[in-house]
């Protein structure tokens, strides 16, 4: 039995991981339940006891009984709570090595919903690559525990200019965080721990919105002056009416003060009861950011500097939430509605804790856009980082220099959405502008996968990510594709002109003054039109194509077609094959050189029982 691979290796070393915290999880809820019942148990005791006591020996030794029984009760409640918080930790770390597993087997019904569906309008080539939807390289990649990394990792991939050194320095930082799984799980755990009770964790639109908001103006200023002057006032007419010294006046200043407090306080209680409600968001990047604070980078210079605006004294988070959380928390407790009355009695005291989070809010304005960009970019990089983690076989690409003639060398390449063990890898190389590959074969013989492979592997490559190969070099091209061409009701398009629309937008795209040619892909070129006026649409668009600032590969089904590459320079022509072994078709997905020898319609149909010509009659 040959030794396993080393993505078996770590399937295994997840597979035990998950079993571990699953016992652990098993052993600590029966814990929770035993605790539950003793809480409840000694909650009765403690009741039955006091209520003894009472009616034997009165109030006093009541008191004493409740106070003694209330100790080891809270004691249980104190275990408990720390147990769950345990258990709620374990529980999130065995669901993302769960994950983990998922994306390796392919195993879409374990996987997170997808969060995106639909991609951006006349995009060149996100629909055709399966980048976003239910069954799509977006969704297996997707670690992120916020919408907005989420959202960050797919504008990666539907990247259409790539800059080649904001590649190469992302792609630095994903090798560096490959082996860096615990730091990424960690970072994972603390964002969906903070925004475990959201339907899609922590989310930044709130906090936007409300780092956007006008500062205070200088009305509210006086206003808080004003009120707490005239608080001060009624407090000293109370004092002095307690001791009989005046009359009650201080029903009519306080009369005066809350009318002043409800109108000209209005609309400054309004913005600062906004400010409130984001009390919880900031607790929760708290967690996520001290995280990022604390973690010891060590040799990791390239994560260490991304990270640099939670390290520096003058910018880290912990300076400025710490002063989110004082001023929340004093103004929390006016939540109670008694509370509150005897709070703002005489101290506007809800507009002066509002106004001192407006101030605040000013100082976290300027930096509080680098911390959240950087967290969503950190999970972005993460995703790519992970995806390497879990498939050792794949490999990072290396990209032509500037002075190099633009060229695509692949070995082994292969698609990451089929299952690895039915993946088959194929080397593919194209040397110079206005070369172009016709790619021939059966129907189900492998063309359009095929062509999704060189798309989604260029994809991952400028995402600045791992690729699907043993090796990829290649240039920086403008990646082009017409493979799922679908026709429009609503819009009164039909296929076949929605193809035409597609490879006109092809020929805009290599008429472009550019100096990165087009890498286009094309899957089976006029298909929706008959046979001779395909053959002939489809020559010349080829003979459009050749010495052309681009190149490509094109599918398809004409045979006659492969007999361009006699005449024209840059043509050259690659097929799949199939067999029929055992009354059935049988594929084996190797691209080799040359016109496809067979076609298998007819043989498709008769193993099908459909009435078709003998061999000798056609």
Same mark, same amino acid.
């Given at each position: 039995?040959?030794?396993?691979?080393?993505?078996?290796?770590?399937?295994?070393?997840?597979?035990?991981?998950?079993?571990?915290?699953?016992?652990?999880?098993? *052993?600590?809820?029966?814990?929770?339940?035993?605790?539950?019942?003793?809480?409840?148990?000694?909650?009765?005791?403690?009741?039955?006891?006091?209520?003894?006591?009472?009616?034997?020996?009165?109030?006093?030794?009541?008191?004493?009984?409740?106070?003694?029984?209330?100790?080891?009760?809270?004691?249980?409640?104190?275990?408990?709570?720390?147990?769950?918080?345990?258990?709620?930790?374990?529980?999130?770390?065995?669901?993302?090595?769960?994950?983990?597993?998922?994306?390796? $087997?392919?195993?879409?019904?374990?996987?997170?919903?997808?969060? !995106?569906?639909?991609?951006?309008? %006349?995009?060149?080539?996100?629909?055709?690559?399966?980048?976003? +939807?239910?069954?799509?390289?977006?969704?297996?990649? $997707?670690?992120?525990?916020?919408?907005?990394?989420?959202?960050?990792?797919?504008?990666?991939?539907?990247?259409?200019?790539? =800059?080649?050194?904001?590649?190469?320095?992302?792609?630095?930082?994903?090798?560096?965080?490959?082996?860096?799984?615990?730091?990424?799980?960690?970072?994972?755990?603390?964002?969906?721990?903070?925004?475990?009770?959201?339907?899609?964790?922590?989310?930044?639109?709130?906090?936007?919105?409300?780092?956007?908001?006008?500062?205070?103006?200088? +009305?509210?200023?006086?206003?808080?002056?004003?009120?707490?002057?005239?608080?001060?006032?009624?407090?000293?007419?109370?004092?002095?009416?307690?001791? +009989?010294?005046?009359?009650?006046?201080? /029903?009519?200043?306080?009369?005066?003060?809350?009318? #002043?407090?409800?109108?000209?306080?209005?609309?400054?209680?309004?913005?600062?009861?906004?400010?409130?409600?984001?009390?919880?968001?900031?607790?929760?990047?708290?967690?996520?950011?001290?995280?990022? =604070?604390?973690?010891?980078?060590?040799?990791?210079?390239?994560?260490?500097?991304?990270?640099?605006?939670?390290?520096?004294?003058?910018?880290?988070?912990?300076?400025?939430?710490?002063?989110?959380?004082?001023? @929340?928390?004093?103004?929390?407790? @006016?939540?109670?509605? /008694?509370?509150?009355?005897?709070?703002?009695?005489?101290?506007?005291? $809800?507009?002066?804790?509002?106004?001192?989070?407006?101030?605040?809010?000013?100082?976290?304005?300027?930096?509080?856009?680098?911390?959240?960009?950087?967290?969503?970019?950190?999970?972005?990089?993460?995703?790519?980082?992970?995806?390497?983690?879990?498939?050792? $076989?794949?490999?990072?690409?290396?990209?032509?220099?500037?002075?190099?003639?633009?060229?695509?060398?692949?070995?082994?390449?292969?698609?990451?959405?089929?299952?690895?063990?039915?993946?088959?890898?194929?080397?593919?190389?194209?040397?110079?502008?206005?070369?172009?590959?016709?790619?021939?074969?059966?129907?189900?013989?492998?063309?359009?996968?095929?062509?999704?492979?060189?798309?989604?592997?260029?994809?991952?490559? &400028?995402?600045?990510?791992?690729?699907?190969?043993?090796?990829?070099?290649?240039?920086?091209?403008?990646?082009?594709?017409?493979?799922?061409? *679908?026709?429009?009701?609503?819009?009164? #398009?039909? &296929?076949?002109?929605?193809?035409?629309?597609?490879?006109?937008?092809?020929?805009?795209?290599?008429?472009?003054?550019?100096?990165?040619?087009?890498?286009?892909?094309?899957?089976?070129?006029?298909?929706? *039109?008959?046979?001779?006026?395909?053959?002939?649409?489809?020559?010349?668009?080829?003979?459009?194509?050749?010495?052309?600032?681009?190149?490509?590969?094109?599918?398809?089904?004409?045979?006659?077609?492969?007999?361009?590459?006699?005449?024209?320079?840059?043509?050259? %022509?690659?097929? !799949?094959?199939?067999?029929?072994? +055992?009354?059935?078709?049988?594929?084996?997905?190797?691209?080799?050189?040359?016109?496809?020898?067979?076609?298998?319609?007819?043989?498709?149909?008769?193993?099908?029982?459909?009435?078709?010509?003998?061999?000798?009659?056609?």
């Amino acid at each position: 039995m040959p030794p396993p691979t080393a993505r078996e290796r770590r399937r295994q070393a997840l597979q035990r991981q998950t079993e571990r915290v699953g016992r652990q999880v098993a *052993t600590w809820q029966q814990q929770s339940q035993r605790l539950s019942l003793a809480r409840l148990l000694l909650f009765l005791l403690a009741f039955v006891a006091t209520a003894a006591a009472f009616f034997t020996n009165g109030p006093r030794l009541a008191l004493l009984t409740a106070v003694l029984a209330a100790i080891p009760f809270l004691v249980t409640v104190y275990l408990h709570r720390r147990l769950e918080a345990g258990l709620q930790r374990h529980r999130l770390w065995r669901e993302l090595r769960l994950a983990h597993l998922a994306r390796m $087997d392919l195993a879409w019904e374990q996987l997170p919903a997808a969060r !995106f569906h639909h991609a951006p309008p %006349n995009h060149p080539f996100a629909l055709d690559l399966d980048l976003l +939807g239910d069954y799509a390289l977006h969704r297996l990649l $997707d670690t992120a525990a916020t919408r907005d990394g989420s959202q960050r990792l797919l504008e990666w991939l539907l990247d259409t200019a790539p =800059e080649a050194g904001t590649i190469q320095l992302r792609q630095a930082l994903v090798q560096e965080l490959v082996p860096l799984a615990r730091f990424r799980d960690r970072l994972a755990l603390q964002a969906r721990l903070a925004g475990r009770d959201q339907a899609d964790h922590w989310a930044a639109d709130k906090v936007r919105a409300w780092l956007a908001e006008p500062p205070p103006g200088p +009305g509210a200023r006086r206003l808080l002056l004003l009120l707490a002057g005239l608080g001060l006032i009624n407090l000293l007419l109370l004092g002095l009416n307690l001791l +009989g010294l005046i009359p009650a006046g201080w /029903v009519f200043g306080l009369f005066f003060y809350f009318a #002043i407090y409800f109108t000209a306080g209005r609309q400054s209680s309004q913005v600062f009861r906004r400010s409130l409600e984001l009390r919880d968001a900031f607790e929760q990047l708290a967690a996520v950011f001290q995280f990022l =604070e604390r973690y010891r980078y060590g040799r990791n210079s390239r994560l260490r500097a991304h990270c640099q605006p939670f390290l520096s004294v003058d910018t880290r988070p912990s300076r400025y939430l710490r002063r989110v959380r004082q001023v @929340s928390a004093a103004s929390g407790l @006016s939540q109670n509605p /008694v509370l509150w009355l005897l709070l703002n009695l005489f101290v506007p005291w $809800d507009l002066f804790f509002g106004y001192q989070l407006a101030r605040v809010r000013e100082q976290i304005a300027g930096q509080a856009p680098r911390w959240l960009s950087t967290w969503f970019e950190l999970e972005a990089l993460g995703a790519l980082a992970n995806l390497q983690y879990l498939n050792p $076989d794949f490999s990072f690409p290396t990209f032509a220099a500037a002075e190099e003639t633009p060229i695509f060398t692949g070995r082994e390449l292969g698609h990451p959405l089929i299952p690895h063990h039915s993946r088959i890898c194929n080397d593919f190389t194209l040397t110079r502008p206005g070369e172009v590959v016709i790619i021939t074969g059966s129907n189900m013989a492998g063309k359009s996968s095929f062509l999704r492979t060189l798309g989604v592997n260029l994809c991952l490559a &400028y995402a600045g990510g791992p690729v699907n190969a043993t090796a990829l070099h290649c240039g920086w091209f403008r990646l082009y594709s017409a493979i799922k061409v *679908t026709d429009s009701v609503t819009d009164g #398009i039909s &296929y076949f002109y929605a193809e035409v629309k597609r490879l006109k937008g092809l020929l805009v795209a290599l008429e472009q003054a550019e100096t990165r040619p087009v890498f286009f892909l094309i899957d089976e070129i006029f298909r929706g *039109t008959n046979n001779r006026e395909r053959l002939l649409g489809s020559r010349a668009y080829l003979q459009a194509l050749l010495g052309r600032q681009g190149l490509g590969a094109i599918s398809t089904h004409d045979l006659e077609l492969v007999k361009l590459a006699e005449g024209a320079a840059g043509v050259h %022509n690659y097929h !799949f094959r199939d067999a029929i072994a +055992g009354g059935r078709m049988v594929f084996d997905y190797t691209l080799r050189p040359g016109p496809c020898p067979t076609t298998n319609a007819l043989k498709i149909m008769r193993l099908e029982g459909l009435p078709v010509p003998e061999e000798g009659a056609l």
